[in-house]
């Protein structure tokens, strides 16, 4: 067993999560151990008491507690299986030696969780190549959502990425098809959000409630959010193909917003009422017929700085087969609309 002993977050380390700088230094301790010790103030950042979600950063001192001697060899790394690992190097899109872009297929999540074991962060040691480690995370999308995801090759990278990620230096549209055709077509929501309890042991259906703006600030646990959205298509009035801007980046931020506004996304069955058929009226994520139940949800285009030479790149990414058979039988193909229709140099209207 150890003693008490204060270690200070290098200079060359990038900003992360608590748990994760923790287990690089003590690959021996468990994550369960890890958020034991902080739950019971063991571990401390700069003196204060912190989660296990906690970001640190170079130059701050991290408090460890006694630990366990390292008597046992380190676990072995969990195998990809081939099929997985076909999965994701299937999905790549573009590599360099600092970043990977990825078009996630939906229902995969991006990260582990009660009851999932298989995810897109157990699948990069598939993606490592000549790299001394497998890629890193830089942000995150829903399960049942597809399109863009960017990894991290070097920690250099992961420490730019993030921060551009949290500091809006990005630039994300998101392709939908929602039921109705809102009004005005071209708009902005501003609707906080904040969290509702589940039901259930584990929280089970916990989900995100819209807020009106002016009660934000007097709703405990409430954050402001804005969604910028144009409409690209429509179909009578039974749906609609948007393109959603998240200026902020809240939990189901798109998915709540456009069903507060009486359009929610198709196959939505968490915010848009899964078994109502939708009659026109924008109420209800069920088209029926040729259209599938799944989530029609893509993060189409991401626009970012690459980390090591400063170019401004932009990727897009196909639709998943559910929703490109949505769009065909819509009738709509990529060609009818511009990457960005909130570019004023596009000379574009709804």
């Known amino acids: 067993m150890s003693r008490v002993q204060t270690l200070e977050v290098a200079e060359t380390e990038p900003e992360q999560r ?30 204060g008491r912190v989660k296990s979600s906690t970001r640190v ?29 076909k999965l994701i190097r299937d999905a790549v899109l573009y590599q360099d030696d600092a970043i990977i872009v990825l078009n996630k297929p939906p229902g ?4 582990g969780g009660s ?39 070097t920690r250099a990278a992961a420490s730019h990425l993030t921060a551009a990620f949290r500091h809006k230096n990005t630039r994300k549209i998101y392709w939908a098809l929602v039921a ?18 589940g039901h ?9 409630h819209c807020i009106h703006p002016d009660e934000v600030r007097a709703t405990k646990g409430a954050k402001r959010a804005q969604t910028d959205y144009a409409t690209l298509c429509f179909l009578g009035q039974r749906a609609a193909w948007m393109a959603l801007v998240p200026i ?40 029926g017929g040729e259209i599938s139940k799944k989530l029609h949800l893509h993060a189409r285009l991401l626009t970012i700085e690459h980390p090591t030479t400063g170019e401004e790149m932009t990727f897009t990414a196909p639709l998943p087969e559910h929703m ?27």
């Open 115 to 153: 009851g999932l074991s298989r995810h897109v962060d157990g699948m990069l040691p598939a993606l490592q190549g000549d790299q001394p480690e497998p890629p890193r995370l830089t942000h995150r999308i829903d399960k049942d959502t597809s399109g863009l995801l960017i990894l991290a090759r």
């Open 248 to 287: 902020t980046g809240r939990t189901h931020q798109l998915r709540a917003h456009m069903a507060e506004m009486g359009h929610p996304i198709v196959g939505d069955g968490k915010y848009g009422g899964s078994g109502q058929d939708n009659l026109g009226d924008g109420w209800g994520a069920e088209l």
């Open 18 to 47: 608590l748990d994760r700088w923790f287990k690089r230094q003590f690959p021996h301790i468990a994550q369960g151990q890890i958020e034991k010790m902080c739950r019971k103030g063991e571990i401390r950042v700069d003196g």
């Open 200 to 208: 259930g042991r584990k929280g089970e259906g916990e989900k995100m």
């Open 180 to 197: 109705g055709v809102p009004y005005p077509k071209i708009g902005t929501i501003k609707y906080g959000l904040v969290k509702a309890p």
């Open 324 to 350: 490109q058979k949505s769009w065909d039988f819509m009738g709509w193909t990529e060609q009818d609309v511009p990457n960005d229709p909130f570019d004023k140099d596009e000379q574009w209207q709804s």
């Open 57 to 85: 950063g170079p130059g701050q001192s991290v408090r460890i507690p006694p630990l366990p001697d390292n008597s046992a060899p380190p676990p072995k790394r969990a195998r990809v299986s081939d099929k997985d690992a």
């Open 108 to 111: 995969l999540p991006v990260q």
